[in-house]
């Protein structure tokens, strides 16, 4: 399958560009590392003329140039060997990845998900029935929950629903004290701790894909093959989702791949109003410490699911539009 | 053939745009039969209504076209009344069409034996390998590779993709057929292969033609009656051999006149002057006063009726038959 090959091909290309970015782009910002262990460790250091040597060792900041350093760095991400977090430390990176990630998957796949299938859906029906009542009810109520700034509208659920309110947890992604596992006082614990960031998500982000679908759909209704599907005495669901939406779905596609792979690094703001352990909320604190090797890791995780996401949507796509197969 | 009933009968069809600049009428009052495997014409300009005509026979007018008078008779039977599910059964099964535009009346991301398969599942409880068997003998019959069941339409050609869909037209061996301008999307070589194709079709299956272009001298050659449209009505109709030699209405005249003639000594080809009216606001009496050669004040005031001149052969045009009487409120219902 040579298309497959050449999308490969391409997303190799991509990774090793994304990667060397991520080398240069800690570096280039303000600030070293080593001056935050310097005000940590002040004391060690004066009473210990070797202590900073030892240090420069173990954290993998030697002195050499920085070609050197790439070579090291290109050799330790191919072996998955991310290095030991500054700002947790002395917990590697990998280990501090492992307990953020699935959170962030979770809380964010959920909701994009989500919100992509119903704004779809929404956006599906709306055009169908254009002019009729709910496509002049739910196109504007729908962009006015948009026109909200997510953390605004987190701020503000958190506040009138958890804290006045009282009927969800206010922060974090379980209780203390329950037993983490399979079983199902967790996992209905961690269910109402995502159902506000998820309703957040999904509240902002719904009109944006309803409009769209909508959009794009109004013009797939006036081609001629609708015509002719009615003609040929089609139902109209069938001319609705195979005719139609089969077709219009194909611009959203690319934007659900888009917006899938931003979930993994994009949440920030709402992970910190809801203290939500996840990605988002750790890459802030890897980026104030100056902890490049943090950063490095989280960035070059980012990447790789958004390389990942584009190529699931190149694949489906292929499979959905005949014409993306030959090139 | 007087004695036989009508396979189509089309009584007083009018069929409304509206639009934010009023009410367009673009079809007004048509009424014309078609007897089964008979092949009939109609001609005119682009934006007469003879496509909106053809998707009001079908039941397939979408908004903001609506049918708001006439009725349209199958076999005796009121379709235009039909409830929309019962219409839906009817439709393809007994009227099909083959759509103007080839190269966009296929959808883009089904093959081509799915797109027949859905057709033939609306209608008939048959397997989905039946379907295909009967698509690879009506593809065959076209003249297409059967094995492009499996093709998608961006694979094929233009001529290929029409083909295509007359063959999807044949399946269910409706009675009527509507070809709306089935060749103007393709180049002159192919334009005449299809036709021909659709020729020897109809003469081996009988089925009745409906045949919508804007190339009379196509139709001359290729249908049994021709009926002329202008502005959303019809101007002239009669045999085609009778309308090629003695074409009444002025406008069919200068239909006539606008195409070169493959035989015959060279002549000016003259066209016809002006444009054709907007139906938002049309003319007052005959429609096509404005570009008539013949044209005198008088006429302008009086809306000429069609009538039968001579057997078979009708026309509204106020150069033949008894006068009529003023009739300028019907012109100016539609503003």
């Known amino acids: 399958m040579p298309f497959l090959y050449r999308r490969i091909a391409f997303y190799v290309i991509a990774l090793w560009t994304s990667l060397t970015l991520n080398f240069l782009l800690p570096r280039l910002m303000p600030g070293k590392p080593i001056d935050a262990f310097y005000a940590r460790y002040r004391l060690e250091i004066q009473n210990n003329p070797h202590f900073l040597d030892s240090l420069r060792i173990e954290l993998g900041l030697p002195k050499t140039p920085l070609w050197q350093q790439y070579i090291q760095y290109i050799v330790n991400m191919l072996h998955g060997n991310f290095g030991i977090s500054y700002s947790f430390y002395p917990t590697p990176v990998i280990d501090v990845i492992r307990t953020t990630l699935p959170w962030t998957l979770f809380l964010a796949g959920t909701a994009t998900i989500l919100t992509f299938l119903i704004g779809t859906f929404l956006g599906i029906v709306v055009a169908w029935r254009r002019g009729g009542k709910l496509d002049s009810l739910l196109p504007p109520v729908t962009m006015f929950a948009s026109s909200f700034p997510a953390f605004f509208l987190a701020l503000l659920l958190l506040y009138v629903l958890a804290y006045i309110g009282g009927w969800f947890p206010l922060e974090h992604s379980y209780s203390g004290g329950t037993d983490i596992g399979l079983n199902w006082p967790f996992l209905t614990d961690v269910a109402d701790h995502a159902i506000l960031p998820v309703a957040v998500i999904v509240l902002t982000g719904v009109g944006g894909w309803l409009l769209g679908m909508r959009n794009v759909m109004i013009n797939t209704l006036a081609e001629d093959f609708i015509t002719m599907a009615h003609a040929k005495g089609l139902s109209d669901f069938r001319v609705m989702m195979m005719y139609a939406a089969r077709n219009a779905i194909l611009p959203s596609l690319t934007g659900f791949a888009i917006a899938l792979a931003y979930t993994v690094g994009g949440l920030v703001l709402i992970e910190t109003v809801f203290s939500y352990p996840g990605v988002g909320f750790t890459l802030v604190q890897a980026a104030q410490g100056s902890d490049y090797p943090l950063v490095q890791a989280l960035l070059m995780l980012i990447t790789v699911c958004v390389l990942l996401a584009n190529l699931f949507v190149d694949l489906i796509y292929a499979r959905l539009d005949p014409r993306a197969r030959t090139q | ?335």
Request: aromatic letters at 6%; proline letters at 7%.
């Open chain 2, 1 to 335: 053939m007087t004695n036989r009933e009508p396979l189509l009968r089309v009584e007083d069809l009018v069929v409304d745009y509206y639009s934010p600049r009023g009410v367009v009428r673009a079809v007004d009052h048509i009424s014309f039969d078609i007897m089964p495997g008979e092949i009939v014409g109609l001609a005119g300009e682009s934006g007469c209504g003879k496509s909106t005509a053809a998707n009001a026979i079908l039941g397939i007018l979408r908004e903001p076209a609506q049918m708001t008078n006439g009725r349209i008779f199958f076999q005796g039977q009121d379709i235009a009344s039909m409830p929309p599910r019962a219409h839906r059964k009817f439709r393809w099964r007994h009227i099909s069409m083959v759509f103007q535009s080839a190269m966009n009346a296929l959808n883009p991301v089904l093959r081509v034996g799915d797109q027949f398969v859905d057709m033939v599942q609306a209608h008939e409880r048959v397997s989905k390998r039946d379907a295909l068997d009967r698509a690879r003998d009506l593809l065959r019959m076209v003249g297409i590779d059967p094995l492009r069941v499996s093709a998608y339409p961006h694979e094929l050609s233009g001529g290929m993709r029409q083909r295509v869909i007359i063959a999807m037209a044949l399946a269910l061996q409706p009675e009527l057929i509507i070809m709306d301008e089935p060749t103007t999307a393709l180049d002159v070589v192919v334009q005449r292969e299809i036709l021909q194709e659709i020729e020897e079709l109809q003469r081996e299956l009988q089925f009745a033609v409906l045949f919508i272009t804007h190339d009379l001298s196509l139709l001359v050659e290729f249908s049994n009656r021709i009926a002329i449209m202008y502005a959303g009505e019809i101007v002239e109709m009669a045999r085609a051999q009778e309308l090629f030699r003695e074409p009444k209405h002025p406008y069919t005249v200068g239909l006539m006149n606008s195409f070169p003639s493959l035989v015959g000594p060279k002549s000016m080809i003259t066209g016809i002057p002006g444009s054709p009216p907007d139906l938002a606001n049309p003319p007052t009496g005959c429609r096509f006063s404005p570009r008539c050669p013949h044209c005198t004040p008088y006429k302008t005031m009086v809306h000429p009726v069609l009538q039968e001149i001579e057997p078979g052969h009708l026309v509204a045009c106020h150069l033949y038959g008894a006068e009529q009487e003023l009739t300028h409120e019907r012109a100016s219902t539609a503003s």
